[in-house]
């Protein structure tokens, strides 16, 4: 994976003038219920991305993970009043992915996130890591 910058989320932190208001909102939701290790990837670098932002992070169990989905859909509901186009993985819990065209947020559990790796598909997007 490229080099990884760290940045502090917090209400007049630098995220809201990197990123948009939207992965701003998801990550309010995830950090809401306590999610692990949030990485946002910037994919426009790469010129070959599906979406502008991946927002990436884990729960540690099945009702995490589906409370983490929960709480960024109503976070971005409320702050953006946008949508998912897309949703899926709310059954098993175990990946859930919410597509927002230009931002697509990954919930995992851990086991299922060190598995998939998404992080080293996109080794070449700005990576940050959110603490």
Not at 3 to 9: M, V
Not at 29 to 45: A, C, R, S
Not at 55 to 84: F, N, Y
Not at 105 to 123: C, L
Request: charged fraction near 25%; aromatic fraction near 8%.
């Amino acid at each position: 994976m490229g080099k990884t910058k760290r940045i502090a989320k917090a209400p007049e932190s630098a995220v809201a003038s990197e990123f948009s208001p939207l992965v701003d909102a998801v990550i309010s939701g995830i950090q809401e219920k306590k999610g692990h290790e949030i990485i946002v990837m910037n994919l426009k670098p790469t010129g070959t991305a599906l979406a502008d932002y991946f927002v990436i992070c884990h729960g540690d169990s099945h009702t995490q993970v589906d409370a983490l989905a929960r709480s960024v859909e109503e976070e971005v509901q409320k702050l953006t009043r946008e949508k998912p186009i897309y949703k899926e993985g709310h059954l098993n819990a175990e990946w859930i992915l919410l597509d927002y065209i230009n931002v697509v947020v990954h919930i995992f559990q851990k086991e299922q996130r060190e598995f998939y790796g998404i992080e080293r598909f996109w080794a070449d997007a700005e990576t940050h890591a959110v603490v």
